[in-house]
């Protein structure tokens, strides 16, 4: 899988886009992105995954750049309840195996009152 | 509902005891995966399996063993081979690669606590 790049923390005001942005730069053509995201002490969570097209989901939306090396996970109207771990992850969707996924640090994206 | 249940929570163990986790999903899910997190990192897998009776080693298998006799179920053993056992510890399933949605679910983890 390849590898991706976050920053390690991020601040967002409540009631705002939050913005978060992952660099995936050596991404192979049949790999998607995948994001998750992870409140403390519990298990990570599902967001939005992604090959070439933005997509949208009840969410958040994933904003791919066209040659696909970086990409941006909008969550539209932040609350305080989206204070989380949030991953970034690059792996082909489809294959000979379910194999599992590879998660970096993330970023810890803190919304503020 | 359906989902992914881990238990316990919270999990105490002596030191060079083997002790075994719990993980249950009802989503009929065939790929079931076993995740360990220290604090500060990401998640690291340890072993998974695609199918009943089947499972293949992650990147830290050392020290585990798992078996995989129901579709349901997925215990995992931390064994005294283990050399520094306390973490959190996360398992997650999957519908089989190829079918339309095969994202992970993860279940709300045990935190292994080794004294």
């Known amino acids: ?113 | 509902d359906g989902g992914i249940t881990q238990s316990p929570k919270y999990l105490f163990r002596k030191e060079g005891q083997n002790v075994t986790l719990s993980c249950e999903q009802n989503l009929n899910h065939d790929a079931m995966y076993w995740y360990r997190q220290d604090p500060g990192q990401g998640l690291r897998l340890i072993y998974y399996s695609q199918i009943v009776n089947d499972f293949q080693k992650g990147d830290i298998a050392e020290g585990y063993s798992v078996s995989r006799e129901k579709k349901e179920s997925f215990p995992l053993t931390v064994t005294s081979a283990q050399k520094n056992p306390t973490a959190f510890y996360l398992c997650a399933s999957s519908s089989v690669p190829g079918q339309r949605n095969n994202e992970q679910f993860f279940g709300p983890g045990t935190r292994l606590t080794v004294l």
């Open chain 1, 1 to 113: 899988d390849a590898k991706t790049t976050q920053p390690p923390s991020m601040d967002c005001a409540e009631g705002r886009a939050a913005n978060l942005p992952c660099n995936h730069s050596t991404i192979s053509g049949n790999e998607y992105v995948y994001w998750y995201r992870q409140i403390h002490s519990q298990g990570p969570q599902y967001i939005i995954h992604g090959l070439k097209n933005n997509e949208t989901n009840e969410m958040a939306s994933l904003i791919i750049t066209e040659d696909r090396k970086s990409s941006t996970l909008i969550l539209p109207h932040a609350t305080l309840r989206d204070t989380a771990v949030y991953y970034c992850i690059v792996r082909v969707r489809s294959g000979g195996g379910a194999d599992g996924l590879t998660f970096g640090k993330g970023t810890h994206l803190i919304i503020q009152p």
